[in-house]
T-cell receptor, first 115, second 113 residues
Framework: DVKVTQSSRYLVKRTGEKVFLECVQD?????MFWYRQDPGLGLRLIYF???????EKGDIPEGYSVSREKKERFSLILESASTNQTSMYLC??????????????FGEGSWLTVV | AQKITQTQPGMFVQEKEAVTLDCTYD???????LFWYKQPSSGEMIFLIY??????QNATEGRYSLNFQKARKSANLVISASQLGDSAMYFC??????????FGQGTTLQVKP
């Protein structure tokens, strides 16, 4: 059974804390993505990675960084959490090329509250 | 820059009727893929339908069809014979040939009995 697993479903952190959100996939996918979902704004791409140690900024990278040291793991890092980063964070993965399928797999989401 | 726009924040439809959810996109890529996803209140993302930019026929999956108008850069989702279980948030998405995947703002659909 294919899976994208996000390490934490619910987190509460204090302003200024460093926060790590982990995402692991077991499908040998090249692409991995981090989004945040906010009401009325849909899913906004923060960062994506198309290979180990390779990353590209999405539409809202400010205040975030990412790490992909191994193919199966993509970490989102909030260097200094702020209240405006309170949101639901969603990880996804897929093959790079559609020839092996166009299916995108999603994690269950991580609800982060920054107080 | 690539962009997906869903202009309908909320839609209502009567049970058993058809409904169209709008999606327009902007890209300079020649090769891309378009997706629709359903997100019920539980939060999971459910794949509905996929259309490749070179596909000549509009995609269909059961009660879902994608009205693909390439020149207009639109990829509207048509749900026929709406059911109460169709009430959910619907997202349009585009995957570029670099693998970048972006989503629209979403449309909340409510099906009335």
């Amino acid at each position: 059974d294919v899976k994208v697993t996000q390490s934490s479903r619910y987190l509460v952190k204090r302003t200024g804390e460093k926060v790590f959100l982990e995402c692991v996939q077991d499908m040998d996918h090249e692409n991995m993505f981090w989004y945040r979902q906010d009401p009325g704004l849909g899913l906004r791409l923060i960062y994506f990675s198309y290979d180990v140690k390779m990353k590209e900024k999405g539409d809202i990278p400010e205040g975030y960084s990412v790490s992909r040291e191994k193919k199966e793991r993509f970490s989102l890092i909030l260097e200094s959490a702020s209240t405006n980063q309170t949101s639901m964070y969603l990880c996804a993965s897929s093959f790079l090329q559609g020839l092996r399928g166009n299916t995108i797999y999603f994690g269950e989401g991580s609800w982060l509250t920054v107080v | 820059a690539q962009k997906i726009t869903q202009t309908q924040p909320g839609m209502f439809v009567q049970e058993k009727e058809a409904v169209t959810l709008d999606c327009t996109y902007d890209t300079s890529d020649q090769s891309y893929g378009l997706f629709w996803y359903k997100q019920p209140s539980s939060g999971e993302m459910i794949f509905l339908i996929y259309q490749g930019s070179y596909d000549e026929q509009n995609a269909t999956e059961g009660r879902y069809s994608l009205n693909f108008q390439k020149a207009r850069k639109s990829a509207n989702l048509v749900i026929s014979a709406s059911q109460l279980g169709d009430s959910a948030m619907y997202f349009c998405a585009m995957k570029s040939n670099t693998g970048k995947l972006i989503f629209g703002q979403g449309t909340t659909l409510q099906v009335k009995p």
